[in-house]
């Protein structure tokens, strides 16, 4: 039997409901695997909740113990009731840093069923591998004179050869592994200076991989095509913040970001990697139930594809494709919607 550890933080909002969900899902598709595979959960309780009572957000303590576990499923971060950034800042960015998220991997497809507000989407299929612990995602910088109409803030962007490099390996990984494409997304005809280094990082590594094509987008362009034709794209790799903001988008066009999974991933082995839906905590329909668990039940299969669970990643998509082959316009509880991909499993 292996045992596996994983560190469970539903977090704030939607977060709560979606991760019962998932684990729901994945524990079916294990037991329908028939692998000697246990799971075994220990819940981290970080949350809006949490630091108004006690002011923590992840402790430092918190952060140790969560690299003895195999893997992090996470749910949501965020909460109107405090101040932006704290949550943020205190719990998702600090493991990410923490425990060396090189790589933020993100999925974007159109699955059949799925509605995109694009008039003839076609076929939609690629993944961005978006820079975790560098660029303005730092924290470096400050501001002088605060509250003073004479303040300055800077926020600066730090790029490593060392960050870009292991991201762009692994980009390169994937797409000789899929359509041998890699569209690399930047702004090198402002942001020189890291631009630049990002180019050369592409250039220094791509002779390793003959067969993938690469190209360049500047990150306006790469807004245009992800609209116009997004069926261009094979493996995008992009900084920190501009892979925030276009697989937002890339979620968009694909059906929704109730749909899009994400694996925050450690690419050298130190540490467990993290596995959470894109969305955020959605204060809005907090509560009501009525959240789409999908996003979340699809990052539980990239988990588990991490993990080793080959057969039980790929039980998982097809229970979630099927579902979404027929789910039509249905209102359905977050709840249901997980019992139904279960139920797919078997
Ligand atoms: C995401 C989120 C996070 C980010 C926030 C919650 C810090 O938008 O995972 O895309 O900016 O990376
Ligand atoms: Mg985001």
Known sequence: MTTFRIAVMPGDGIGTEVIPEGLKVLQRAIDASGEPVELVTTTFEASAKRWHETGETLTDAELADLR????IYF??????????????????????????????????????GATSPLADP??????????GTEGSYTGQGGSLRTDTPHEVATEVSVNTWYGIERTVRFAFEKAQARRQKLT????????????????????????????VAVNYEHTDACTIYMVTDPGRYDVIVTDNLFGDILT???AAVTGGIGLAASANLNVDGTAPSLFEPIHGSAPDIAGQGIADPTATILSA???????GLDVVA??????????????GDAERSTAEVGDAIAARIG
């Open 248 to 250: 937002d988008l890339a």
């Open 301 to 307: 299969a990239l988990m588990a594809e991490s993990l």
């Open 184 to 211: 690399y997304v930047h702004k090198h005809n402002v942001m020189v200076h890291a631009g630049h280094l990002w180019r050369r990082v592409v250039e220094h590594v791509a002779p390793e991989f003959p067969d």
């Open 122 to 131: 076609g076929e939609i299929d690629f993944i961005v591998v978006r820079e």
């Open 314 to 327: 790929k039980t998982i998509q097809t229970a979630v494709e099927a579902d979404l082959a027929e789910r």
């Open 75 to 112: 749910g949501a971060c965020g909460d109107p009731s405090v101040p932006s950034g704290v949550l943020e800042r205190g719990i998702i960015l600090k493991m990410r840093f923490g425990l060396e998220h090189a790589v933020n991997m993100r999925p974007s497809k159109f699955f059949a």
């Open 68 to 71: 003895t576990h195999d893997a």
